[in-house]
C-alpha cells in the first residue's frame, strides 16, 4: 500500500497512511484514489471525471500521473468526461454520448476537426474560449430528455436546430461515414446538413 502510494506521487507516504481524508487535499484524495485503483495492475482503469473540482494545475497533474501509469503498466483507460480540453489533449479515440446513447464516434482530430452529430457540433459551439470576447455564450437549449420514458428517435432531437419529425420518432443508428468515424443523424446522413 505504501509503494502505491509513493508511485501516485504522495510523499512521505509512511506518515500519510493513518491520516483521515479530510487531511488530504482533492488533489491528494484523488491520487489515493488512483492508488486504490491501480493496486491490482489492471488491464483497463475506467477513470469517470477524474479531474472534477481540482484547479488546472492539479488537473494536469492528476491527468499526467494517470498517462504515467498508463505507460507503465501498460493498461488502456477510459475517461468518462464533459471537458472537451481533457479529450483533445488526451484521448486518441472519442465516444460521444447524449442520454446514454451513442451519437457519434471518431479519431480525436477528426472529431474536433470535423463533427458530424449536431450534439458534438453543439458542445464545441458552447465552450466559452472559442467564443469571441463579450459575445453571449452559445447554450444548447431545451433540457435533457426523460429517460424513464422511452426515446423512439435520436435523442437529442427535443433540442436540436436542424430536427425535423423523422428524427423524433424513427430509431438511427451509427453509421460510418469515414473509416473509424460514426455518427447517428438522419440529416447528416442525408447530406441536409
Request: hydrophobic residues 40%; glycine residues 6%.
Amino acid at each position: 500500500a505504501l509503494e502505491g502510494l509513493e508511485a501516485v506521487g504522495i510523499s512521505d507516504a509512511t506518515k500519510r497512511i493513518n491520516l483521515y481524508a479530510h487531511e488530504f487535499s482533492g488533489g491528494m484524495r484523488q491520487r489515493v484514489m488512483i492508488a486504490m485503483a491501480l493496486i491490482t495492475k489492471p488491464e483497463l482503469l475506467i477513470a469517470d471525471e477524474p479531474t472534477t473540482a481540482l484547479d488546472v494545475t492539479i488537473q494536469a497533474q492528476i491527468l499526467e500521473l494517470i498517462k504515467k501509469m498508463q505507460r507503465e503498466l501498460g493498461m488502456a483507460v477510459i475517461f468518462v468526461t464533459h471537458d472537451l480540453g481533457v479529450v483533445s489533449g488526451l484521448c486518441d479515440r472519442v465516444q460521444v454520448m447524449y442520454a446514454g446513447r451513442i451519437v457519434e464516434t471518431a479519431d480525436t482530430r477528426a472529431l474536433f476537426y470535423t463533427p458530424r452529430h449536431p450534439y458534438t457540433l453543439a458542445l464545441q459551439r458552447s465552450i466559452p474560449s472559442l467564443q469571441p470576447k463579450g459575445a453571449e455564450l452559445y447554450t444548447i437549449r431545451g433540457m435533457p430528455p426523460d429517460l424513464s420514458k422511452p426515446l423512439p428517435g435520436c435523442p437529442f432531437a427535443p433540442r436540436c436546430e436542424f430536427a425535423v419529425e423523422k428524427c423524433s420518432t424513427h430509431p438511427v443508428m451509427l453509421d460510418e461515414v469515414t473509416f473509424g468515424h460514426a455518427h447517428a443523424c438522419w440529416r447528416v446522413r442525408l447530406g441536409e446538413i
